[in-house]
């Protein structure tokens, strides 16, 4: 099915481990984002890509790495996870360069970090 | 600085009564305005879109949504709630590019009573 999917759906880890989230979009969209959301602050900006191979920092990129070798994967790592970094993380697609700027949600995955 | 502010985090409503959410926003450029929702432990689905054009726009699920330009605000409207409309919403604002980043209002959260 076309869409926007994430994995795992939920994960649970610890102080100092590496995590890896993934996100996979089948609309070939040019451009990826990952966003965090959490209680009173709603979604801020982690990274996004323009196409693969292009990523750039977004409002709280510390601690966090992207990469994008395919259009259609976008993975967030979390270098060494910190419990502030427990949250909901949401990928998020949309657009071809020119286009409109919408942007299309996966499911979200929810991050605990202990 | 650009921002949106939901003013309102949380608003009970009564099953069959209106509705109003609304939403400030600074933003120093013509403004690209959206209207997002989330249902528990679901992702972000879009409701409705503004750039240009009527002031007044109609969405998905009977929601609809009026810019107004001297007051800065996008308020989200629907006339008869129902109690799947319980979830969290989200207004948010971008240039009307692709790849740009979206900025987001903290939420509203609505629980509808019987």
């Known amino acids: 099915d076309a869409g926007i999917t994430q994995s795992p759906r939920y994960k649970i880890t610890e102080t100092g481990r590496q995590v890896t989230l993934m996100c996979h979009q089948t609309?070939?969209?040019?451009?990826m984002f990952w966003y965090r959301q959490d209680l009173g602050h709603g979604l801020r900006l982690i990274y996004y890509?323009?196409?693969?191979?292009?990523?750039d920092k977004g409002e709280v990129p510390d601690g966090y790495v992207v990469s994008r070798s395919k259009t259609e994967n976008f993975p967030l790592t979390l270098e060494s996870a910190t419990r502030s970094q427990t949250s909901v993380y949401f990928c998020?697609?949309?657009?071809?360069?020119?286009?409109?700027?919408?942007?299309?949600f996966g499911p979200g995955t929810r991050l605990t970090v202990l | 600085a650009q921002s949106v502010t939901q003013p309102d985090i949380h608003i009970t409503v009564s099953e069959g009564a209106s509705l109003e959410l609304r939403c400030n926003y600074s933003?120093?450029?013509?403004?690209?305005l959206f209207w997002y929702v989330q249902s528990p432990g679901q992702g972000l689905q879009l409701l409705l879109k503004?750039?240009?054009?009527?002031?007044l726009v109609q969405g998905i699920k009977g929601f609809e949504a009026e810019f107004k330009r001297s007051q800065s605000s996008f308020n989200l409207r629907k006339p008869s709630v129902h109690w799947s409309d319980a979830a969290e919403y989200f207004c948010?604002?971008?240039?009307?590019?692709?790849?740009?980043?979206?900025?987001f209002g903290k939420g509203t959260t609505l629980s509808v009573s019987s």
């Open positions: 503004y750039f240009s054009g009527d002031t």
């Open positions: 998020a697609s949309g657009g071809v360069a020119g286009g409109e700027n919408e942007q299309f």
């Open positions: 890509s323009a196409a693969a191979d292009i990523t």
């Open positions: 948010a604002v971008g240039p009307n590019q692709a790849g740009t980043a979206l900025i």
């Open positions: 933003y120093g450029a013509t403004p690209y």
């Open positions: 609309w070939s969209h040019s451009y």
